[in-house]
């Protein structure tokens, strides 16, 4: 420590304040594990959650404790890590304090900001309301939940079917878009034969809207066209060009007139910055991310760093660094070494992103992946073995990682998914009584459907 870490000369050790316990708060608190100060890892989950995995956790593919590791079970080895459940709601820059929801603070000698992203809804009528967005792991609990409730309303009333119970509305055509359409047309395929043993699965619909003209826009345009080959391939009909211009409780409503029933519209469509940003009275960019310089901290305040995917840190080329994973997790190693560099008196550098490429999952055996800065391509069944294998190993902790192979396994071997719960009554209850509608039936239909094929 140096005199000017500790001006008083308390001789007390600095103390570094992270908020986030994601890829970016998570990555820079390890960097500062079994080093000279002390780290409070503050988060308002108990545990860090892996985004990208959660369209499996939506599908049943794979259960929520694969993709959820407790935080403290994280930091278990490090004492000079000590994690907090609890909401941030205040910012105070300037003081390096930070003020949660129960009244508590905490100051650091270093404030780190890495509270990641939530759905932006760009104001489209009734989608906040209506729509389940997939951006967090009680998002995915909540939309496993209706999709399997919809699967069960259907096999107990085929009338139903009319009414969109059996209609998947995906909003956005990238990434997150993109895998969970491919996510729900195989558990269609699959899973849905194997266990509604009464229900016509070719009456499912999934749909997918995009006011862009190409899916996955960040890949090339060969991977743009093999994206929606696959998709439409495995059932999904596209609506690219088209803006949603309303979500209903029981419809989505499209630009051009069309309108979809449905009873569970899936919000892919983009992010904005975690709330907390706009509270901190520092200059924002686009999606509300707070500016910060290429060390990663705010102008005017060098002991305040931003990180992941509320921060919009400019790249080589003039742009904000995208919001992916990658990202955050190399910004959290890197604030985490400016702060040792900071206590050792040393001087601090540029941020450098090492960019090792892209990838998204499609479907069963397919996904795109463009490796290293050169892009280089790969499509079909080598990019989805490399994006288990790159999932896998970005996963924190060993044992979601066995856990998250053996279920993958097991589901694509024997279609065989185990933890299809509907465990969130709140998402799963479907009111299909509305005027003008079919009422649910008071005792079970009887009339017979085809049995699948
Ligand atoms: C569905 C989905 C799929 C994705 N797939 C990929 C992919 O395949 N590859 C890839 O590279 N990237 C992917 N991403 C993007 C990637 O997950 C994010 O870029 C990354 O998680 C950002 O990390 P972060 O640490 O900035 O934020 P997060 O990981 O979002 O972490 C933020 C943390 O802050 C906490 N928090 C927020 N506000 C508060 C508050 N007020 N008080 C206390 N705690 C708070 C949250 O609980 C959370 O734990 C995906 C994202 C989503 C949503």
């Known amino acids: ?19 986030g316990g994601g890829f970016a708060g998570v990555a820079c608190a390890r960097e500062l594990a079994g080093t000279d100060v002390d780290v409070t890892l503050i988060d308002r989950n108990n545990y860090h959650q892996f985004q990208p995995l959660l369209y499996q956790v ?15 079970n ?8 000590d994690v907090k459940q609890a909401e941030v709601t205040e910012v105070d820059v300037a003081g390096r304090t930070v003020r949660t929801a129960d009244g508590l603070s905490w100051t650091g000698d270093h404030l780190v900001l890495a509270t990641g992203a939530q759905p932006n809804f760009y104001r489209t009528p009734g989608a906040a309301e209506h729509s389940l967005p997939l951006y967090s ?4 609990e909540r939309l496993r939940s ?47 034969p194997q266990e509604y043993h009464d229900l016509d699965v070719h009456q499912a619909r999934i749909h997918l809207v995009d006011h862009g003209t190409a899916l996955l826009a960040p890949f090339s345009p060969e991977a743009h066209e093999y994206a929606a080959k696959v998709l439409q391939r495995d059932g999904v009909r596209l609506h690219l060009g088209t803006a949603v211009e309303e979500v209903t409780p029981a419809a989505v409503r ?21 709330d907390v940003a706009a509270r901190c009275g520092l200059p924002r960019g686009r999606g509300g991310r707070l500016r910060v310089g290429h060390d990663l901290s705010v102008e005017g305040h060098p002991r305040v760093f931003v990180l992941g995917d509320v921060a919009a840190v400019e790249s080589p080329d003039g742009t904000p660094y995208p919001q992916l994973g990658s990202v955050a997790l190399q910004q959290g190693q890197w604030a985490g070494k400016t702060i040792r560099a900071d206590l050792a008196g040393q001087p601090r550098r540029a941020f450098h992103y090492h960019d090792k490429g892209i990838m998204a999952m499609i479907g069963r055996g397919a996904a795109v992946a463009e490796m290293g800065h050169k892009r280089h391509e790969l499509h079909g069944a080598i990019a989805f073995a490399s994006w288990l294998g790159v999932h896998a190993w970005l996963m924190s902790g060993v044992r ?17 998914r185990t933890p299809g719960l509907v465990d969130h009554p709140s998402a799963a209850t479907i009111d299909f009584g509305e005027p003008g509608q079919v009422p649910p039936p008071r005792t079970p239909a009887p009339a017979p459907v085809a049995p699948a094929g």
């Open 254 to 274: 499209l630009e051009g007139g069309t309108t979809l029933p449905t009873r569970c519209v899936i919000w892919a469509g983009g992010v904005q910055a975690a």
């Open 58 to 72: 939506a599908t049943a593919q794979l259960a929520p404790i694969d993709v959820g590791t407790p935080l403290r």
């Open 400 to 416: 979601g990682r066995i856990d998250a192979f053996v279920s993958w396994g097991w589901d694509y071997f024997s279609g065989n």
């Open 146 to 192: 209706r999709i399997i409730a919809a699967f069960d309303a259907a096999d107990r009333d085929p009338r139903l079917v009319d009414q969109g119970a059996l209609t998947f509305v995906v909003v956005g055509g990238g990434a997150t878009g993109v895998e969970i359409a491919g996510a729900l047309a195989d558990f269609v395929t699959t899973v849905v």
């Open 1 to 19: 420590m140096t005199p000017a870490d500790d001006p008083a000369g308390t001789g007390a050790r600095p103390r570094v304040v992270i908020v």
């Open 137 to 140: 792991l009680i998002d995915a």
């Open 74 to 81: 994280l930091f278990r080895k490090d004492r000079n890590v």
